[in-house]
Antibody, heavy 121, light 107 residues
């Protein structure tokens, strides 16, 4: 059974870079699934950040595209999120999630437990 | 972006009641609409995909339907363990977007 686990700093300074990693276990990150990042804040609810395929192909939310990079490391069975120039508005719980395969990329069948990130000096 | 208008934002019902939540898309999304349940401190859990397809292991009291750009999520007989916030989500277009959620409470 596939499991996802987020990790990374819980506190990031304003204007800094938020970096998180999602470890995939119980299955292959090289499967036909897409891998996404979703965040949740009280002010904006659930917000999809972007996704990656094991080939490295990515799709980003246009509202964040200028600040986001999602990458994959197949050898480590993990994918990562980098969000730069953060502000307090980026404070949220960040989830990684597994989407379905090509036609169902947006069906988030499996989620990590989430990691809370606070942007503050 | 496709806007997902979910209603009501909160709902109080009794055990055994039939509960209905609606979600309206701002444009045609075919059937690419999912429903999630989120309990406090937990990640969302997929209940229904593609408007009406129940995920394996999800109780049959949960169901979904679609009519044009209007989507309905129903709990046929509310149970105490159903207390949660429910979200709709479309994936017809990028960016993937979610409704604002419906907080369900027991009366």
């Amino acid at each position: 059974q596939v499991q996802l686990q987020e990790s990374g700093p819980g506190l990031v300074k304003p204007s800094g870079t938020l970096s998180l990693t999602c470890a995939v276990s119980g299955g292959s990150i090289g499967s036909t699934n897409w891998w996404s990042w979703v965040r949740q804040s009280p002010g904006k609810g659930l917000e999809w950040i972007g996704e990656i395929f094991h080939s490295g192909s990515t799709t980003y939310n246009p509202s964040l595209k200028s600040r986001v990079t999602i990458s994959v490391d197949k050898s480590m069975q993990q994918f990562s999120l980098s969000l730069n120039s953060v502000t307090a508005a980026d404070t949220a719980v960040y989830y990684c999630a597994r989407g379905g395969d090509s036609g169902a990329y947006g069906v988030f069948e499996i989620w990590g437990q989430g990691t809370r990130v606070i942007v503050s000096s | 972006d496709i806007q997902m208008t979910q209603s009501p934002s909160s709902l109080s019902a009794s055990v055994g009641d039939r509960v209905t939540i609606t979600c309206q898309a701002s444009q045609d999304i075919n059937i690419f609409l999912n429903w999630y349940q989120q309990k406090p401190g937990q990640a969302p859990k997929l209940l229904i995909k593609d408007a009406s397809s129940l995920e394996a292991g999800v109780p049959s009291r949960f169901s979904g339907s679609a009519s044009g750009t209007d989507f309905t999520f129903t709990i046929s007989s509310l149970q105490p363990e159903d207390i949660a916030t429910y979200y709709c989500q479309q994936y017809d277009n990028v960016p993937i977007t979610f409704g604002q959620g419906t907080r369900l409470e027991i009366k």
